[in-house]
């Protein structure tokens, strides 16, 4: 079974751009969501889409940040216009609703997509 | 406000036993959380407590403590691929919305021969 992709791994582009990450989640997983590490500091909730759904986006730095997910099934991360703040590792993840028995909510992680803005 | 507190790095000797701490504060607390990264990797998921008491998984184990808001995470019989850095999450339950994790900086564990 493929795990969580995602798309580009390393994308270098300057201040002032756009830059489009992308994530297909573990087949059959409703859940997904987006972190974000920049350097030195915690991995941090951006947010979570159910399906197609955006069920929290609390995490969104601001409105330079567009999240979709049509159709349920990838996901794809916007960043326009980049500041040099943004730079940093873009984590997608994902999890399945378990119908009944303890729900560990395990999420499955991606490799992450590095952002650098220069 | 929600807090993760976790040392920044360890070392250990292979073949030793090893134990990470965490302690936390948060709202609205609905389990924790520890998860391997290995560098350039996705953090693969190690354990899972929602209850008092010790979980044991094999070569790990994983304590929590709720009233005293503190979990650890412990590696026996290091090897030297268990350098990696060690993720403490916590999630926090926010009537819908499972599984946002708040996540501690990661523990660098450095394994020695």
């Known amino acids: 079974e493929a795990g969580v992709t995602q798309f580009p791994s390393h994308s270098v582009i300057e201040k002032g751009q756009t830059v489009t990450l992308r994530c297909d989640p573990i087949?059959?997983?409703?859940?997904l969501y987006w972190y974000r590490r920049v350097m030195g500091k915690e991995i941090k909730f951006l947010l979570h889409?159910?399906?197609?759904?955006?069920?929290?986006e609390s995490g969104m730095p601001n409105n330079r940040f567009l999240a979709e997910r049509t159709g349920g099934t990838y996901s794809t991360l916007k960043v326009q216009p980049a500041e040099l703040e943004d730079s940093g590792v873009y984590f997608c993840a994902s999890s399945h609703r378990l119908a009944g028995g303890p729900d560990t909510g395990e999420l499955f992680f991606g490799e992450g997509s590095r952002l650098t803005v220069l | 406000g929600q807090n993760i507190d976790q040392p920044t790095e360890m070392t250990a000797t292979e073949g030793a036993i090893v134990q990470i701490n965490c302690t936390y504060q948060t709202s609205g607390f609905n389990g924790l959380f520890w998860y391997q990264q290995h560098a350039g990797e996705a953090p693969t998921f190690l354990s899972y407590n929602v209850l008092d008491g010790l979980e044991e998984k094999g070569r790990f184990s994983s304590f929590l403590s709720r009233s005293k808001g503190y979990s650890y995470l412990l590696l026996k019989e290091l090897q030297m691929k268990d350098s990696a850095s060690y993720l403490c999450a916590v999630r926090a339950f926010y009537g819908g919305a499972t599984n946002k994790l708040i996540f501690g900086t990661g523990t660098l564990l450095a394994v020695q021969p």
């Open positions: 087949s059959g997983h409703d859940n």
């Open positions: 889409f159910v399906k197609e759904s955006k069920q929290d």
